[in-house]
């Protein structure tokens, strides 16, 4: 950062291993806006590369090349167990202001699992120096050192000291469900962003260091995050913030801010700030015009430039902006903090996509593309010609099954939304094929043959006929179909034939009568041709062989309705066969009414000529006595196979006092309950008429008295 100036720069002690490789430290960048540092520093007690996210693990442990630093004499100081691997940076430095500050987070995979518990991993940040004062000793600074990794307050940052319980605002939760980070890093808690910051004598020489080890054990990981920048001794400061990270943007697409920091401890009182402008790009040309002079309000301690690219369109290469601060510290030297940052142009995508040529069809091939020049990642997508969308991946699979050249559009778009279109073209180019089969029809007598025309073929070609034939003519075939495959040293072509057959035999017969009623007598007429053996099957279980084209006949019995499948198969030699197959249906015709004394249940075809009915039968009572006790209360018929009855009653005078027909005698019945017109009757002989129909259809009538007698 500005205003100091650091040397003797030592790794675990060793001035060499600051210029070398250290699997414990490693220089860090990150796009992720949940985590609140874009660049800086990283020590961890194992390897750094373990600090990377997502946090996918509960206990992440990389020793690697880690070191032991039992040493130490200051991690073992503020350790509450013996010190293991880990790493110590330290350097000396002399300030140009009076405050130094920078900013650093600290985190480590034991919590939560260790917070409280012995097994805290040992993390201290030392300082030494004139006015500097502590526990800490050093040789040269009498006054010993001091930790100034403290929260505010004075209370040193440690996982027992910083947690879930204690000193709450001060700890970040990043496991699910908070995962704070969203995967930024591995570790599963950290303090919150905090500055440390001491009271120094400027052009004064002061040592520092930061230390950090596992305690008792190699497992569980920590580290500290070191903010780019942000070690600073100077009244302000300029640092530059891009989204990529680095010092460069891009026009019609990223922005820059400058930002102005001043130590924590000069917030009380307002600050204004000139600065200057160099470099060559233009203000108001190349980018906006920036707020100038700077204004920190009391209790700011920093504020933000926004600088934002002008899209022109001209190719112009990288051009620069550099925001100079100059202050005098206490010393009385003029002490600079400047930031540069550099505008380019919007890029150039470059897309290389694969334009395969192909020899074999029907098949299909990986279509990829990449892309380069822009801001990545890319978005590719896939397109026909026409703009009809194939997909959005980096690489489409495309089938074909014939010549040609067939063209995709493939787009990529970076990060900027800068676009490039480029053509991927695939070409098919099969050579070999089969031209003709030519074909020799086969008699009964395997005599076919199929021979092959091929063009186009390269190097070595085999013929594979599905009968399992090989060579371009092949003889002595049956009647059917064969299939040729032919492979070249490239590709493979495939094509049918079929070989016909000369004077094949022909089954066909007619049946007389060709269905009916059991028992069925059918005549069968043989009209097949070509034939030297004829096998008949009737479908009821009986066969029959000839030698020549004779008739035939047979009787079908059955209690149950069949139908029989008969079939004549025809044979010439031992190679040709035809057949021909035809349904009789023969039914059981009898009587099929339920009502009907001969009801046949397995029946399926009605005669109802073959129906016997029963006889109807009609009971008259006579004395009926209507008093009211429900007993021989009413006159009426007792009936068996009857469908409808007539029925009239007189009285001897011969006036009828009660008549009518009922037609279906589920629904009413003709009873009479010895009153007329709503009054009762006399007592005395009535005559009754009636005329009942059975089932059957056929008719009975009587006639009788009956006497009425009321107790």
């Not at 009572?621 to 009413?634: F, H, R, S």
């Not at 002989?685 to 006639?703: K, Q």
């Amino acid at each position: 950062g500005a205003g100091v100036v650091a040397t003797n720069i030592t790794i675990n002690g060793v001035p060499g291993l600051a210029n070398a490789p250290f699997g414990n430290i490693a220089y860090f960048t990150n796009a992720n806006a949940n985590f609140p540092m874009a660049s800086g520093m990283v020590l961890t007690t194992g390897n750094a590369a373990g600090a990377i996210g997502p946090n996918n693990s509960t206990n992440s442990t990389n020793v690697g090349s880690s070191q032991n630093v039992s040493f130490d004499p200051d991690l073992n100081a503020i350790a509450n167990g013996s010190i293991t691997n880990g790493v110590i940076l330290e350097f000396d430095f002399v300030p140009a202001g009076d405050t130094l500050i920078f900013n650093y987070l600290f985190g480590s995979d034991e919590y939560t699992e260790f917070s409280p518990s012995s097994f805290n991993d040992a993390f201290g940040i030392f300082l030494w120096g004139p006015g500097i004062s502590g526990p800490f000793a050093l040789a040269g600074y009498p006054n010993g050192g001091e930790n100034i990794a403290v929260i505010p307050g004075g209370t040193p940052v440690t996982i027992n000291n910083v947690n879930w319980v204690t000193n709450t605002p001060y700890y970040v939760y990043n496991e699910a469900p908070q995962d704070t980070y969203q995967d930024a890093i591995q570790y599963d808690g950290t303090t919150v962003k905090l500055t440390a910051s001491a009271s120094v004598q400027c052009n004064q020489t002061y040592h520092i260091k930061f230390a950090i080890s596992n305690v008792l054990d190699q497992a569980y990981d920590s580290g500290v995050f070191l903010e780019a920048g942000s070690f600073q001794s100077s009244a302000v400061s300029v640092a530059v913030a891009t989204v990529s990270g680095d010092t460069t943007i891009v026009e019609g697409c990223t922005y820059a801010d400058f930002i102005f920091t001043r130590p924590a401890n000069q917030v009380g009182d307002t600050l204004i700030i000139n600065y200057a402008i160099s470099g060559s790009a233009i203000q108001g040309v190349d980018y906006n015009n920036l707020l100038s002079p700077i204004t920190f309000l009391p209790g700011v301690d920093t504020v933000i430039l926004n600088l934002t690219p002008t899209q022109d369109g001209l190719t112009e290469g990288f051009e620069s902006v550099t925001i100079s601060v100059y202050i005098i510290n206490p010393c009385g030297d003029t002490i600079v903090s400047e930031g540069t940052i550099y505008i380019g142009d919007g890029p150039i995508i470059n897309i290389m996509e694969s334009d395969p040529v192909v020899q074999c069809y029907p098949d299909s091939v990986l279509l990829t593309a990449s892309a380069s020049g822009g801001y990545g990642p890319y978005d590719i997508s896939w397109t026909t010609m026409s703009g009809t969308p194939l997909g959005n991946q980096d690489s489409l699979m495309v089938n074909f099954s014939q010549n040609g050249v067939v063209q995709y559009l493939v787009t990529a778009v970076d990060q900027c939304n800068f676009t490039q279109t480029d053509t991927a073209t695939l070409t098919i180019n099969q050579t070999i094929q089969i031209d003709s089969i030519s074909i020799v029809n086969s008699s009964c007598v395997p005599s076919g043959v199929l021979s092959a025309v091929t063009s186009g073929t390269t190097g070595n070609v085999t013929y594979n006929w599905s009968n399992g034939q090989n060579g371009q003519t092949i003889q002595n075939l049956s009647s059917g179909w064969y299939q040729l495959t032919i492979t070249d040293d490239v590709c493979s072509a495939s094509d049918s034939a079929f070989v016909g057959i000369i004077s094949p035999p022909i089954a066909s017969f007619t049946a007389t009568p060709n269905g009916g009623c059991a028992p069925l007598s059918v005549g069968f007429i043989n009209n097949s041709q070509g034939g030297d053996s004829y096998t008949w099957s009737f479908g009821n279980g009986q066969t029959a062989t000839t030698v020549t084209n004779a008739n035939q006949s047979m009787d079908y019995i059955t209690n149950d309705p069949q139908t029989y499948v008969v079939t004549l198969l025809v044979s010439q030699g031992l190679n040709c066969q035809d057949t021909m197959s035809m349904q009789i249906p023969v039914n059981v015709c009898d009587c099929i009414d339920p009502e009907a004394i001969n009801y046949n249940l397995n029946a399926n075809v009605s005669n109802p000529s073959l129906c016997i009915y029963p006889s109807p039968e009609v009971i008259a009572p006579n004395v009926i006595t209507p008093d009211g006790n429900d007993i021989n209360d009413m006159f009426f018929l007792q009936y068996k196979n009857v469908v409808s009855i007539e029925l009239v009653i007189v009285n001897r005078w011969g006036d009828v006092m009660f008549d009518g027909t009922w037609y279906d005698l589920t629904l009413a019945q003709p009873i009479w309950d010895g009153k007329f017109n709503s009054k009762e009757a006399n007592e005395g002989v009535y005559t009754y008429t009636y005329i009942a129909v059975g089932v059957s259809g056929a008719e009975i009538s009587g006639h009788g008295f009956f006497h009425l007698i009321r107790k």
